[in-house]
């Protein structure tokens, strides 16, 4: 009897020990999910969005709603950039145009449509900065409207972090861009284009996304069949 005690009581040590091995490496790294350095939470709104303003490349996949008064069209789409214009795009969703890739290396457009096995390069493409689908585009919006007196905001919301740049009246279709950022874990959640309404005319919800880590030769790496390459 006393040798079945002295057997629980070592292992009811034995657990207690695991236990508190367990709580201390969870508790001395309590974010060992997220990138450290993107924590935002004892940051002010101007380091946040001085932070954002800074990003120099990012990958994600995001889920893209389009709205027009007909009808709510939806994309899933994978995103490669780094500064100052190198971008990559690949279409998962719908299926009428998945794998449909398009890589803009900085001169010339390729676009890759992989069900038809077909590559069209469009050389001396003009760099196009305003496209709603693209993070650095939004920041490049914010950041220009900063610089020229022009209406932006910056405020917290239900510990959200929302930078939102107010476009001018002559624009009849879209009035304001606002980017969502998580307070806590840093972490970019949405991007959403409204009319003078306050409609969603786009919205872009980011299922992943991950900051500061690519490269431009990584975003390059594209393998191109020569004999389906057609060029302009």
């Known amino acids: 009897m006393k040798k079945n005690k002295k057997l629980i009581i070592i292992g009811v ?41 800074n990003i120099s490349s990012y990958e994600a996949e995001i889920e893209v709603s389009v709205e027009s008064n007909k009808n709510k069209t939806k994309y899933v789409i994978t995103q490669n950039y780094v500064s100052p214009n190198i971008e990559k795009q690949i279409v ?20 890759h449509n992989s069900k038809l096995n077909l590559t069209t390069i469009y050389e001396n493409y003009p760099y196009l900065t305003d496209n709603f689908l ?12 900063k610089a020229n007196g022009q209406k932006t905001k910056l405020y917290e919301e239900n510990n959200q972090i929302i930078m939102e740049v107010e476009l001018s009246s002559s624009n009849q279709y879209i009035a304001s861009k606002k980017l969502v950022t998580d307070k806590i874990t840093g972490s970019i959640q949405k991007l959403i284009v409204q009319d003078k309404n306050q409609k969603n005319l786009v919205y872009i919800l980011y299922n992943e996304i ?17 004999d389906h390459i057609v060029q302009y």
């Open 13 to 53: 040590i034995a657990i207690l020990v695991i236990i508190t091995i367990i709580l201390y490496f969870f508790l001395k790294n309590p974010n060992k999910n997220l990138n450290i350095g993107n924590n935002l939470s004892n940051k002010t709104l101007q380091e946040v969005e001085e932070y954002i303003l």
């Open 92 to 111: 998962k969703e719908p299926s009428n145009i998945q794998g449909l890739e398009t890589i803009y290396d900085g001169s010339k457009l390729t676009v």
């Open 134 to 145: 693209w993070l650095h585009s939004f920041i490049e919006e914010y950041r220009v409207a």
């Open 210 to 226: 991950k900051m500061n880590s690519l490269k431009k030769e990584e975003v390059l790496a594209f393998r191109l069949q020569e």
